[in-house]
Each structure stands twice: as C-alpha cells, then as structure tokens.
C-alpha cells in the first residue's frame, strides 16, 4: 500500500518562507511524476507543482512561478516544496500527490496517490 505523508506546514508571515517534505512508503517514487496541489477553504482543489520522473522536468502553476521550487530525491522516497515569498493568498491546505505518468501532470484526475495534507497559513 502506498502513503504520502506530508510536513513542513504551519503559520508564516506574508514575505516568509516554508518547505513542505512528503515522504512515500509502499513503493519507489521513481516510478511516479510528484506533484503539489493546494486547497484554500471553500475553494477547489488546484494543482501548484509537478515534477517528473526523473526530476529533469518541473512545471509550475502561474501564481507561484518563481516564489515556489519542487525537487525530489528518489533515494530517500521523498519530494519537497520550497515556498519562498509566500502572500496570504497562498494560504491553504497543500497535498502531496503521486502520478504515473512520465513528466507528470496538472490534471488532479490522473492523480493515483494522495496524501492527507498539511495546513499552510500566511498572515498578512
């Protein structure tokens, strides 16, 4: 059985920064593109980050292109999301998520694994 256990969230000042860890167990993450996905409350849940396979590959949503950096390391079944200059809108519960696709994708529906989330808040 494969979990995605996320860490890192917790309560920022606007300007600040955090690093969300996800770490996998049940199956190597070398066969899955890694993603990052954020929903604020009453929203629905969008897509923030992915990376591929192999890691030589990332795709960014706009909104966090160049304040947000995913990374990943195969050997310690880990991805993580560097989140610098963050602003109240990105206030939000962010997900962990593992696809099998090759490059990954934005599409929450070709998600196969998902994490239980962990809380981010940035205070004005």
């Known amino acids: 059985q494969v979990q995605l256990v996320e860490s890192g969230g917790g309560l920022v000042q606007a300007g600040g920064s955090l690093r969300l860890s996800c770490v996998v167990s049940?199956?190597?993450?070398?066969?899955?593109?890694m993603a990052w996905f954020r929903q604020a409350t009453g929203q629905e849940r969008e897509f923030v980050a992915t990376?591929?396979?192999?890691?030589?590959?990332?795709d960014l949503a706009d909104s966090v292109k160049g304040r947000f950096t995913i990374s990943r390391d195969n050997n310690k079944n880990t991805v993580s999301l560097q989140m610098n200059r963050l602003q109240p809108e990105d206030t939000a519960v962010y997900y962990c998520?593992?696809?099998?696709?090759?490059?990954?994708?934005?599409?929450?529906?070709?998600?196969?694994?998902w994490g239980q989330g962990t809380q981010v808040t940035v205070s004005p």
């Open positions: 049940g199956r190597s993450i070398s066969s899955y593109a």
């Open positions: 998520a593992a696809d099998s696709s090759l490059r990954g994708s934005r599409n929450l529906r070709e998600v196969d694994y």
């Open positions: 990376i591929s396979q192999g890691g030589a590959s990332t």
